[in-house]
């Protein structure tokens, strides 16, 4: 006996319960589905209750000299970190938007720092690649780590991190 191309199709019916055990199925995949994308929505809303920040900035050296660039990272004991770019040995601080300060409260503080490499390629000219040297000793790059922190408090926080490439 031939079998026709619907008859496997059908035969995957019949065995859930014919047609409407199949849209009894695909009912319950879309429920399980719709209620998955809910969870997931309200979990990453911009409705979350934010935590009230102070503005942070500062200076970031290296032996005494302006690091030219990197990145400061303040991660409070609980809640959400705060980063900046540095530039020129300058960074302001940003938790919930660019430059919005971070969160009150101790902070441990991690500093990453690395030389910009210009691109071989010939298409590419001064397209800079990521992954270069560090411009700073490892250590800084984790909060545990650093040595470094600093609370931050209500008002106007200015820091001036300091770094030694000494041990």
Known sequence: MRLSPIRPVFHCFQ????????IRNAGRLLTLAVCGLALLSHGCSSGAARVDTAPVHGTVTLDGKPLPCGQVVFQPLSGRVAKGVIEDGKFTLGTYEAADGAVLGRHRVSVTARKTLEGEEPDAPGVPLLGGPSLIPERYGNSASSGLDFEVTSGDNVFHIELSSRR
Do not use: D, K, T
């Not at 065995?15 to 199949?22: F, K, N, Q, V």
């Open 15 to 22: 065995a859930s319960g014919g047609l409407s055990g199949a």
